[in-house]
């Protein structure tokens, strides 16, 4: 029996799924590719730049904890690029590859935009703020709608529907801007900044207060809606199979619209909230690549609301990061981006040891 | 064997929080005692041991424009003996929000003078300087300070377009090179510009360059091209590509990134860069070059900062000031006595004898030019209040640094901006990931 095997070559290990590994042993795993992707950046950083590359951690580690004013902007993009990554993940979930995120915040800012610019000083201030709030959501749902209508009713391409989205969101405000800026520099700069018309105000005299507390409160609400509620079963129900779905008597097209309406609404919010909270002025770069950056968050944390923070905090920390070392270290910001996608990988790529094991085939005999 | 592992995972974890955690303390002690280490005095007897400079910039030094400023600071440094860490440069910040937290952080890092090199900055910059009135805010290109009225709010620019007419006369003594020699004729002297947005700045720039060309040979024209932004090495290489598929025979560029001289170098056709040498890039095509050498004004702020004396909110620097340069021409290129022509126009500049924007030298509709209302106090209005034909000529960088000549002359045609479908078939054409996003 023991010739017979042999004569049967088997590969040294073999890859098999795991069962439900204990919650401990995954972040166990998790810590340890962190660690490893900083053992591997710590090489990279020496062999390219000859820095210590403790002193570069700890520079990173300073640019979003240094001072308080850089733990406040650390965690004003960290809500901004979790208000976009809760937005697309209903979608996503849903299995409805929205890549519009960042023309549906680009056309909710603008419709905040529109507001601010042209009646800023005709309405009284709180009803200008709230006639922005709801133009910016209506502009975002609309941009969402689109998509997921023809989908629902032709079975369009969404991923390409809602990309093409973006760039006509992006040639509208290049349009606009070159109406209200005749000058043709196309730079808005600060708009109302001496009567502050449309500006959301400070909250304990923190600028970016407010922006976090709708986030935060918006990011629960999230959790719930996806966990505990009637809609977000179906929304997974339909993601996992839209045959299942409708088996069961769930009607696919409306949830497939009322979830990109939800999606849109989200994303014209955090349009909104980078207008009128945050830049006060419009460009191309409004959503500054977050759209896109957002769907990584969502999946890193596997659709989990709560989870998200940890991992928009992830980026956001690694993005502050970047800059802070760019500057000590008069380094090019392309360095950081490296070290950022090396741990990124690493995260990633740690998620498949958690999902799967390797056995060599040695030991499994031996068992 | 797991549980080892695990140990050994838990261990280093914990090792290398505290190595993180030990190293974040000593670099926030040794920050502040390296600031008096440095040298008390320099020649003239300023004392710049104090002084702390930031500075901004939109992209880093991978644009020209961008690199040219840090260039300068970095000249600066030396010069005033300052140490590393009393220069700190921040690249890549956009023109929105993150500009006024970035001049923030700056100032909380101690800065006594900070500066920001992109026309977006602006309003923002102004923003910092009414919160932190102690500190001085100098921003290059604007168009604000002279009538903001904030004390710690100031402008700079340089009269670039003396610079840029000088870099048109030696692509003039090219293009009459090629007439000469029978390569082309008259009505084929065509030049190209790539621009990047249509604004004053861009367009005094490639008309002083195109009056420059004109001033050589009278019957050139030009075809200018924009980008609608400031560095896109793809786009800027196509709109070269399309300018000589046009038929230009010579190309300059007011959009900072490497894409222009590179299609002229694989083309063959001569190109004028702004702000750097190009010849390492296009050894057998880059002309000559203007640049604004910004040393002079950086020393001229930081000296009046550090002695706490005010110092202008609106600057223009010249030739005699040593902010306008037109790097050495490149010999391989260039038309035969291209540097005494150089040489005589420069002196004529200096003069005053000869002035770039002579309404004797161009027309708008035909019509020679005796009035033009330019849109000097930018009051959001858009709308020009500033007389800035007098004496037969346009007074450019005279009533504001920053440019404000934005007459479309006759011989120049301008393409506008890219189109949406142009873009897409653009990304297309490049096999741009756009459409690589699969569906099962």
């Known amino acids: 029996m023991n010739e017979k095997e042999k004569k049967t070559r088997e590969p040294l290990f073999h890859i098999a799924k795991r069962p439900a590994i204990e919650w401990w042993k995954a972040w166990l795993i998790r810590g340890g590719a962190i660690i490893a992707s900083l053992i591997v950046c710590a090489f990279i950083i020496v062999i390219l730049t000859k820095q210590n590359p403790l002193e570069v951690y700890a520079a990173m580690v300073k640019g979003s904890f240094g001072t308080p004013r850089k733990f406040w902007a650390m965690l004003q993009n960290l809500a901004i690029l979790l208000c976009i990554s809760l937005a697309v993940t209903p979608a996503f979930k849903m299995k409805f590859w929205n890549l519009g995120a960042e023309g549906q915040v680009l056309f909710g800012g603008l419709c905040s935009m529109v507001l601010m610019f042209t009646v800023g000083d005709k309405i009284p201030n709180w009803m200008l703020i709230a006639s922005m709030l709801a133009a910016s959501v209506l502009g975002g749902i609309l941009w969402g709608l689109f998509p997921a209508v023809l989908k629902a009713k032709w079975g369009t391409n969404e991923s390409l529907f809602t990309l093409m989205m973006n760039y006509i969101a992006i040639q509208l405000v290049a349009f606009a801007i070159m109406v209200w800026v005749p000058s043709g520099s196309s730079v808005m700069g600060l708009v109302n900044s001496t009567t502050k018309a449309g500006w959301l105000p400070d909250l304990f005299g923190q600028k970016y207060l407010i922006n976090i507390l709708i986030v935060a409160v918006l990011t629960v609400v999230m959790f719930i809606y996806l966990k505990y509620s009637k809609h977000g079963y179906e929304i997974s129900v339909v993601g996992e199979s839209e045959n299942t779905a ?74 502050k990061g970047a800059g802070e070392i760019a500057t000590n270290f008069k380094l090019n910001t392309s360095i950081a981006d490296i070290l950022t996608g090396i741990i990124i990988f690493f995260i990633i790529g740690c998620e498949f040891f958690i999902n799967y094991q390797i056995k060599s085939t040695k030991s499994k005999e031996g068992k | 064997m797991k549980k080892i592992l695990a140990i050994i995972l838990s261990l280093m974890l914990v090792i290398g929080l505290a190595a993180c955690g030990a190293k974040t303390d000593n670099g926030d002690t040794t920050a502040a005692p390296d600031n008096s280490e440095s040298k008390p005095a320099d020649a003239t007897g300023i004392d710049y041991s104090e002084m702390k400079i930031g500075l901004i910039c939109l992209h880093d030094e991978n644009s020209t424009y961008d690199n040219n400023f840090i260039i300068a600071m970095n000249e600066v440094k030396e010069e005033l003996g300052l140490s590393d860490d009393q220069v700190l440069i921040k690249t890549n910040i956009g023109e929105d929000d993150s500009c006024l937290t970035t001049a923030e952080e700056l100032v909380d890092e101690g800065c006594n003078i900070i500066f ?14 009414q919160d932190n009135p102690d500190v001085q805010f100098c921003h290059a290109t604007g168009t604000h300070a002279h009538t903001a009225n904030i004390p710690n709010f100031h402008n700079a620019f340089a009269s670039i377009y003396e610079g840029r007419f000088l870099a048109g006369v030696a692509a003039g003594m090219k293009v009459k090179e090629m007439i000469d020699s029978g390569k082309i004729t008259t009505d084929q002297a065509k030049i190209g510009y790539v621009g990047a947005f249509p604004y004053a700045e861009v367009k005094s720039g490639y008309t002083s ?159 020679t030019l005796d009035t033009y209302l330019a849109d000097v106090d930018d009051d959001g209005t858009f ?16 009533y504001r640094s920053a440019p404000y000549f934005d007459i479309e002359i006759d011989g120049i045609t301008t393409l506008r901006p890219y189109s949406f479908y142009s873009r897409i078939s653009f990304l297309l054409k490049r096999g741009h990931n756009v459409l690589c996003f699969k569906q099962k």
């Open chain 1, 246 to 319: 409708r088996y069961i008597g769930i009607n696919v097209k409306k949830v497939i619209v009322r979830t990109m309406i939800l999606s849109g609404a989200l994303c014209g919010l955090a349009g909104f909230l980078l207008v009128s909270g945050t830049n006060h002025t419009i460009s191309k770069e409004l959503a500054g690549g977050n759209g896109f950056t957002a769907i990584m968050v969502s999946w890193l944390a596997k659709f989990n609301p709560l989870i998200m923070v940890l991992t928009s905090f992830l980026i956001a920390f690694l993005q």
């Open chain 2, 116 to 129: 920001a090199d992109s026309f977006g900055h602006e309003t923002y910059i102004m923003q910092a300087a």
């Open chain 2, 383 to 398: 709308t020009g209040e500033t007389e800035a034909i007098s004496d037969g000529y346009f007074h450019e960088s005279e």
């Open chain 2, 209 to 367: 360059f195109f009056l420059g060309v004109r001033y050589i040979v009278p019957e050139a024209t030009m075809e200018v091209t924009f980008t609608n932004s400031w560095f896109d090495i793809a786009l800027e290489r196509e709109a070269a590509l399309k300018l000589i598929n046009d038929g230009c025979v010579l190309i300059s560029q007011h959009a900072d990134s490497e894409g222009a001289p590179k299609a002229c170098e694989e083309k063959a056709i001569p190109n004028v860069a702004y702000n750097i040498n190009t010849a390492s890039i296009g050894p057998n095509t880059a002309l000559v070059s203007s640049r604004i050498n910004w040393a002079p004004y950086y020393k001229l702020a930081i000296e009046a900062t550090a002695q706490g004396k005010s110092f202008d909110a609106d600057w223009t620097g010249t030739i005699a000031t040593g902010s306008v340069e037109l790097l050495e021409v490149n010999e391989k290129v260039a038309a035969e006595g291209t540097d005494a022509k150089l040489a005589e126009v420069k002196a004529a500049l200096e003069a005053g004898t000869l002035k770039v924007y002579d309404t004797k030298t161009f027309t708008l509709d035909g019509k």
